[in-house]
């Protein structure tokens, strides 16, 4: 058995750890509520935008929507893997990694697949054994619409100028603090609206078809990517929280089995000393 004073050493190690993942999960609860009010807010905006987007783009020409729907035969892909820049929020990275591997070798597997990282981790991750074309892990310093922005327009870039055929976004979608999903999105070209989901219209532009692809068709795709990384943002925070919640538990755990310990010990020490004591004395007696 360890003697006490390993057992102390051992309790107050512990005691320290569990202060530390108790205020980190009090700093995530207190983040998670901004970023969650964020990502609600924004949801009925986005998802509206896509479905007049997609609603838009089954009623241009080929001519018109070409330049962001064009679906053309996949040679290239471009994986943009939203993770965090930090650790300690469970399997929050691990399973956006898993993801984009899967995506490279099972779907993609005889195509050139390279990577975009949003997030230091995924750019360390990724980054030992496939092509990081780019690390954009500075736009959680101020997560903004116009920090997104400039991510948005490389990728839109990337595929108008053909360096990539097709664009996926890999992020974990928020439910709540306790739940997110692996969500693999397709970013370009723009999906058409499936048949039935939205109701036909015959629309009346104004003021023109191409003018509304100049304009809507970005900001929508700039919108979308801006709803994944927010959608991310709170995820890791939730993540992180239920995280450092499960460890505070642990280290409670373990320091209550170490008191235990330390308890016994004790305990035996003193009964040796006693049966010690009154070893001696018999002695004397004798």
Known sequence: ?????????????????????????????????????????????????????????????????????????IQKVLVVAITSNRGLCGAFNSNIIKQCVSLSRERYGDKQVDFMAIGKKGNDILGKKNNVIANHSEVYDTLTFDTVTVIAEELMEHFTNGSYDRIELV?????????????????????????????????IFEP????????????????????????????????????????????TELRDQLKLTYNKARQAAITNEILEIVGGAEALNN
């Open 171 to 203: 992020y974990n979608k928020f439910k709540n603090a306790a739940t997110q999903f692996v969500m693999t999105e397709q970013f370009l070209p723009i999906l058409p609206a499936q048949e039935g989901a939205t109701s036909v219209t015959d629309y």
């Open 1 to 73: 058995m360890a003697n006490l004073k390993e057992i102390r050493n051992r309790i107050g190690t512990v005691s320290s750890t569990m202060q530390i993942t108790s205020a980190m999960k009090m700093v995530s609860a207190a983040k998670l509520k901004k970023a969650q009010d964020a990502i609600t807010q924004m949801r009925p905006y986005a998802d509206k935008l896509t479905e007049l987007l997609q609603s838009l783009s089954a009623n241009l020409d080929a001519d018109a929507g070409g330049k962001f729907s064009d679906d053309r035969e």
């Open 208 to 251: 023109s078809k191409e003018e509304i692809v100049e304009q809507l068709i970005p900001k929508s795709l700039k919108t979308q990517l801006y709803k994944a990384i927010r959608d991310s943002f709170a995820s890791e925070h939730g993540a992180r929280m239920t995280a450092m919640h499960k460890a505070t538990d642990n280290a």
